[in-house]
């Protein structure tokens, strides 16, 4: 099996601009999971879809921010307009399992944002 | 307030070495707990999951212990390699929802020759 894949693996952007992550789980796994990691917060959930269906999006920062799961393998996440504190790296995770269930789960490689 | 504390910050050990890292968390109610590496600029990798009725579990040259009582658990890295450096997270899932994932700061691990 490919993984967890993502991508770009690298995005450079000005403040303002529109921002899109990609996201495509592992075959078969029907959780997905955005995460942020920064020196500061360390890795924080942005929101978990379970079958496609966003079911928390609590962590998600503001309305800039936005994900969709439209199928079982392919996601997005979006930042509209970016701005310079979102300055991360946004990693994707998939695993198998429903709402209680935690089962294992698997890391991509990761998109850096740098926006300046 | 739900939280994994982990220490040390960082460590340099010399290859061939072992090395225990800790972890402490306030988690409750607890579902399990895991430890992942990190490699720089990479997804965090499972190494360990270990549930309530678990106290130790080993994956290679790691060992991870759980003290459910005390909230504790440890990694032990044994006969340490190069490929050992990397960033090594303690995380519990628990709290409110059991998907969620509550991490640690990590320990970052350098291996030297």
């Known amino acids: 099996d490919a993984g967890v894949i993502q991508s770009p693996r690298h995005e450079v952007t000005e403040m303002g601009q529109e921002v899109t992550l990609r996201c495509k789980p592992i075959?078969?796994?029907?959780?997905l999971f955005w995460y942020r990691q920064t020196m500061m917060r360390g890795l924080e959930l942005l929101i978990y879809?379970?079958?496609?269906?966003?079911?928390?999006d609590s962590g998600m920062p503001e309305d800039r921010f936005s994900a969709k799961m439209p199928n079982a393998s392919f996601s997005t996440l979006k930042i509209q307009p970016s701005e310079p504190r979102d300055s991360a790296v946004y990693f994707c995770a998939s695993s198998l399992g429903g709402v209680g269930t935690p089962y294992e789960q698997y890391f991509g490689p990761g998109t850096r944002l740098t926006v300046t | 307030k739900n939280q994994v504390e982990q220490s040390p910050q960082s460590l340099i050990i010399l290859e061939g070495k072992n090395c225990t890292l800790q972890?402490?968390?306030?988690?409750?109610?607890?579902?399990?707990l895991r430890w992942y590496k990190q490699d720089t600029g990479r997804g965090p990798v499972s190494l360990t999951i270990m549930t309530f009725s678990e106290n130790t579990k080993s994956n290679g040259r790691y060992t991870a212990t759980l003290d459910a009582d005390t909230k504790q658990s440890s990694l032990h890295i044994t006969a340490s390699q190069l490929s050992d450096s990397a960033s090594y997270i303690c995380?519990?899932?628990?709290?409110?929802?059991?998907?969620?994932?509550?991490f640690g700061s990590g320990t970052r691990l350098l291996v030297r020759p």
């Open positions: 995380v519990v899932s628990g709290g409110d929802s059991s998907y969620k994932l509550i």
């Open positions: 075959s078969g796994h029907n959780s």
């Open positions: 879809f379970n079958n496609n269906v966003p079911i928390d």
């Open positions: 972890c402490n968390y306030t988690v409750s109610p607890f579902s399990n």
